[in-house]
């Protein structure tokens, strides 16, 4: 009874809490023994501390247990954590944790946060991972494994607490975030076993212990890998994603962001999920950036800075540990690997250059008799003074100055920046008092504005001398200077090798020489290039260095159309451009609606090219067949009690395929026989269902996570695919492969002939599942390209962020609103617009986006002839007085609509039913039956397109359903 069943509860609230407690003293027991033993002489960690009670917060519990696991053997062993293994504890908390789904009373987030709080500090022993990754028998979640449950804790799922969600994160941290490799026990580590045995540390143990190390490490590895692969199987990576962008509750969400983060930099670890997380938007994108930028709440700083912290260390690991040239905070991958280019690059430069400036310098300050000596031993030319001062123009300037005024102020710039080479030049010469007295402040230029000096960033040196620390005074003073100059720290010693100048002196104490200055200002030159290179020819001293930009794509110039046909040199990637320009223009060419249309809405369309048919689906569970050619009504018939969700027909337009999402039968496969609809097979339970696309002699249904293949002409079942452990997509439709061979459903990869199951792609988005491109390499799921030879995410489109596909023979991409789709039944139910009025057209090729048209009206489905010549939209009219009026609107591909023409007619108040727009004109017609019949002939008819990489293009191709 209820009574009962709370008490019982209660019994196991206690039990958790009280072993929470338990597990917390034994760590602070095992921690400052820890430390007593690293810290001799400290006060800190006493005996006595022992005795005191312990309560310890979230974070020194997890900075404990990270101190403990990188100081533990993989093989050590822990009294209370070896008898919870011994008697299944650690199984019974994360059964507590699933059963918990269920429960309603009060007491359920602190079962679950004092269970996870358990698990996270029994996380010191690595042996528990193991656990964490087994499948528990847990009813209606048979299959699933405790990290599942873990991250559901983490997600919300089991109970939107913010505390439960920190304690969930921590063991998620302590798991994914383990250090590979273990330290091996030593004399100073036996306490912290709980044994208060001591072993005699025998030289023959020190010799063998890094032998017995290496089998340990892997040990380890191992079972973090495991851990990895468990979190990504259960979806981890869109729940960490998620948690690193929550904004409540706002008094938590900082320091949940923090956590997720710092789980998904551990987890980014994995080279695979590495390679995964990088392709994703929330780095392409700079989405990384604008959530370091400000905290969610400003009392929350600390935490927002160590969200920050871990936020850097997660795109290192993703992009290559580099240091980015300009704010730490704005680690764009772009930044990245500029600073990476710029690091790389090997400075070189004429010394011959830089001796003429030294000469000119020399000249100015009346040293004529050095410079004569200069020139001669350096072999410089016998140049007069006029001609050999070439006017040097500061490297953060390219514009083209002509006044003489701005000109003189940059020739005393230069000047300056001269004074500063001699004077660090000279400072290691006997005669450095004599320096030191003759620069003094007045000799340095009295407007900051006017000089632009060279900083210099030296981070493990400091200036001693008073000819340095004059320089750095200097530099103080420069505040003003442009903020495009960026700070580099000098360059390591075989970057100086490299560039000619000579290694600095002994006797210099600051290690500042003329090549590392001249180095630093040609480096900082490099560093304003927009597109810096790694391999740069040698830099001009006389000249600002700047890297070429690169040139211009003008193959994707929108080119006259006749000139690219009739130009003997446009023969590459004409296709494409041909591509483009047709399928920028779409023209009106026929709007479709029933005769009782005040009173019918339709919701889905089919356009069944071989028959000249036009099916359409209504909200009442009929389907209606229109003449394509004249627009008029040949039959209609009832086929379901609910909405008519889909309709696909085979390539020989003999057969058709219904769905609907409720009343049984859900599907059913119909055969068009003397303009009826004849019942040939139903598939009660199946709510999508499409045929294959080689033999289409099979049917393959979609019943939530499960696929069956049917025989169309037994009606028998021939093989059902249920995955292990489902993604869950709210609009999960199975599908087949171009060739038949593979099957996607629920986000996971089977083999047809064998019923294995051969990968399951990470979840990372909630509804789709994903379609195979018609060229049979890729795989679509919402904004992701998977590669179906190594599984490794190719990239991500933003544009197709919950968006149905659909594929047409042309080549190209047709994508509409998903959410729109499965809104229509509540907008025909409840009298509502649909949301979405736009449809995108992309490239098959390589899913660059070529035009948007927007209908201004809601589109609910849409179909695309056999040719791809004609599409057909399922749009909605909202009316204010009135029930929206839906009806289908026939567009002709690659026609430019006449300005200033009215819009489609829908028929008159007579009852025509069909009505014929003013704008699609009989030119209109003609035209489309003359590109229908002529260019975009599809002599084989066949609906899979294979996509040739060799072809004239070289841009494959794209075709078939989707």
Request: glycine letters at 4%; charged letters at 20%; proline letters at 4%.
């Amino acid at each position: 009874n209820d009574d009962l069943e709370c008490a019982s509860r209660q019994l196991v609230r206690h039990v958790c809490v009280a072993l929470k407690r338990y597990m917390e003293s034994h760590l602070f027991y095992k921690y400052n023994n820890f430390m007593r033993s690293q810290c001799l002489f400290s006060n800190e960690f006493s005996q006595h501390n022992v005795t005191k009670a312990a309560k310890l917060t979230l974070e020194q519990i997890s900075e404990q247990v990270r101190t403990l696991q990188e100081n533990t053997s993989v093989r050590a062993h822990w009294a209370p954590v070896d008898k919870l293994l011994k008697v299944s504890g650690i199984t019974l908390l994360l059964k507590i944790i699933a059963l918990s789904y269920d429960w309603n009373n009060s007491v359920r987030s602190e079962i679950v946060r004092s269970s996870l709080d358990v698990l996270s500090i029994c996380c010191v022993i690595p042996r528990v991972f193991q656990v964490y990754c087994e499948r528990l028998d847990v009813p209606d979640s048979a299959g699933a494994s405790g990290i599942y449950f873990i991250l559901a804790a983490a997600s919300g799922d089991i109970t939107a607490d913010a505390d439960v969600q920190k304690s969930a994160l921590a063991v998620l941290v302590h798991c994914v975030c383990a250090p590979l490799s273990r330290k091996e026990p030593n004399t100073a580590l036996k306490v912290f076993h709980s044994s208060s045995k001591k072993e005699p540390n025998s030289a023959g143990k020190a010799l063998n212990s890094s032998k017995r190390n290496r089998p340990a490490n892997r040990y380890c590895e191992e079972l973090i890998e495991k851990v990895w692969e468990s979190v990504c199987s259960n979806n981890g990576i869109i729940i960490l994603l998620s948690l690193m962008q929550i904004k409540a509750p706002i008094t938590d969400a900082d320091c949940i962001r923090g956590m997720a983060c710092r789980a998904l930099a551990g987890l980014a670890r994995s080279e695979r999920v590495g390679q995964i997380v990088g392709k994703l938007t929330l780095f392409s994108n700079g989405q990384i950036q604008t959530l370091m930028r400000d905290p969610i709440l400003q009392e929350k700083r600390a935490e927002h800075v160590l969200f920050q912290k871990y936020a850097i260390e997660l795109v290192e690991r993703v992009s290559g540990k580099t240091k980015p040239i300009s704010n730490k905070m704005d680690p764009s991958l772009a930044n990245i690997h500029k600073a990476n280019v710029i690091a790389q690059t090997k400075i070189q430069y004429n010394e011959q250059q830089l001796y003429q400036l030294i000469h000119d310098h020399l000249e100015s300050k009346g040293l004529l008799q050095t410079a004569q000596m200069l020139q001669k031993e350096a072999g410089l030319p016998q140049v007069s003074a006029n001609t050999t001062k070439s006017f040097h123009q500061s490297p953060f300037d390219y514009k083209v100055l002509p006044s003489s005024t701005v000109r003189q102020r940059l020739r005393s710039r230069m000047q300056d920046v001269n004074n500063a080479i001699q004077s660090l030049a000279n400072s290691s010469t006997s005669d450095q008092q004599q320096l030191n007295s003759s620069l003094t402040l007045d000799e340095l230029p009295s407007s900051s504005s006017a000089v632009t000096p060279i900083k210099l960033v030296k981070k493990s040196e400091k200036i001693n001398n008073s000819a340095s620390s004059a320089s750095a005074l200097a530099i103080a003073n420069a505040n003003a200077q442009r903020s495009l100059q960026k700070q580099i720290s000098s360059l390591p010693e075989d970057v100086r090798s490299e560039s000619g100048s000579p290694p600095p002196q002994h006797g210099n104490q600051t290690g500042i020489t003329l090549g590392t200055i001249v180095t630093e200002y040609l480096t900082n030159q490099h560093a304003l290039c927009n597109n810096p290179m790694t391999t740069c020819p040698q830099f001009d001293l006389f000249t600002p260095h700047k890297c070429p930009d690169p040139k211009p794509n003008r193959s994707g110039d929108n080119l006259n159309l006749t000139a690219r046909i009739f130009k003997a040199q446009a023969g590459y990637n004409t296709a494409r451009l041909d591509r483009r320009y047709v399928h920028s223009n779409f023209a009106p060419w026929r709007s479709v609606r029933s005769n009782d249309f005040p009173s019918l809405q339709f919701s889905t369309c089919e356009i069944v090219s071989p028959s000249k048919l036009l099916l359409v689906g209504t909200h009442r569970g009929e389907v209606k067949a229109f003449n394509l050619s004249t627009g008029t009504e040949v039959f209609s018939s009832t086929c379901h009690g609910y909405v008519v969700d889909s309709i696909i027909s085979n390539r020989a337009g003999d057969l058709v395929l219904t769905s609907c999402s409720w009343r049984s039968p859900l599907s059913v496969l119909w055969s068009i026989q003397h303009n009826e609809f004849a019942t040939k097979l139903s598939f009660g339970d199946d709510y999508y269902c499409e045929f294959n696309n080689l033999t289409q002699d099979k049917v393959l249904g979609t019943q939530n996570d499960c696929a069956i293949i049917y025989d169309i002409n037994t009606g028998n079942k021939i093989s059902t695919f249920t995955p292990t452990l489902s993604n869950q997509y709210v609009k999960n439709r199975a599908t087949f492969c171009p060739t038949d061979e593979l099957i996607l459903s629920d986000g996971v990869l089977w083999d047809v002939r064998s019923g294995k199951e051969i990968h399951k792609f990470d979840k990372l988005n909630q509804c789709l599942s994903g379609v195979f491109h018609p060229n049979g390499l890729e795989i679509i799921s919402n904004t992701e390209v998977w590669d179906l030879r190594t599984f490794h995410l190719l990239q991500t489109v933003p544009v197709l962020d919950q968006c149905f596909l659909k594929f047409s023979p042309m080549r190209v991409i047709y994508s509409y609103n998903a959410e729109a789709s499965d809104e229509r039944i509540d907008a025909m139910l409840e009298e509502l617009p649909a949301c979405e009025t736009s449809f995108k057209v992309l490239d098959a090729y390589d899913y660059s986006s070529i035009s948007t048209i927007d209908v201004r009206r809601g589109i609910y489905d849409m179909s695309i002839s056999d040719n791809g010549s004609l599409i057909a939209l399922v749009e909605n009219q909202p009316a204010f007085d009135s029930r929206p009026e839906t009806f289908v609107k026939i567009y002709a591909v690659g026609m430019k609509k006449v300005e200033n023409q009215d819009e489609v007619r829908h028929g008159d108040a007579s009852g025509m039913g069909v009505g014929v727009g003013n704008d699609a004109s009989n030119s209109a017609e003609r035209a489309a039956a003359h590109a229908d019949a002529d260019d975009y002939d599809d002599d084989d008819n066949n609906a899979i397109i294979n996509i040739d990489v060799d072809d004239d293009d070289g841009d494959g191709g794209g075709g078939g359903g989707g």
